[in-house]
């Protein structure tokens, strides 16, 4: 499967999926992207102390924290912002994480749980860097997709 292909299959599963199975892929996903360890390598120069301490406390709370909230963090880590390039790649991964998460809280749109499971799969290219034109040949990016598939998939008997 080319990354085309993965990206509109992604966009039928979303769309297809219930508000029950889009919810807990939401959330599974989110904590995923934001998941401890990530933002060891926020250095000091690259966030302020504010904008750490808000990213922290908003991965910490992920499930539980209000989007109201979660509007109040993301406005501190944007401001505290440091650098214009090169901002720690953990950072970037939990910061693309929150932003379609704080949406999604907000309005409940199909297309914010889109952009979080297309940011899951750049988080897993990252580490394995997928081929393009065969984008599940490697065994964490065919597991990322079978993660998504079965979270979002109604039950019952799978096709492809």
């Known amino acids: 499967m080319n990354y085309g292909e993965l990206e509109a299959d992604v966009l039928r599963l979303v769309l297809g999926a219930t508000d029950g199975d889009a919810r807990a892929f939401a959330e599974d ?20 102390e504010e904008a750490r301490a808000a990213l922290a406390a908003a991965c910490g709370d992920v499930l539980t924290i209000s989007a109201a909230e979660l509007r109040d963090k993301l406005a501190v880590i944007y401001d505290g912002i440091l650098v214009d390039d090169d901002l720690d790649t953990g950072v970037l991964t939990a910061v693309s994480a929150l932003a379609p998460w704080k949406s999604y809280l907000e309005q409940n749109r199909r297309g914010e749980l889109y952009e979080l499971a297309i940011r899951s799969i750049e988080d897993v290219d990252h580490e ?15 597991a990322e997709y079978d993660r998504i598939r079965r979270l979002l998939e109604p039950a019952g008997p799978r096709h492809g």
Not at 38 to 46: N, Q, Y
Not at 128 to 142: G, H, K, N, R, W
């Open 128 to 142: 394995v860097s997928a081929d393009l034109d065969d984008f599940l040949a490697t065994p964490e990016m065919a």
């Open 29 to 48: 996903t989110v904590t995923r992207l934001v998941r401890p360890g990530l933002l060891g390598g926020a250095v000091e120069d690259e966030l302020t």
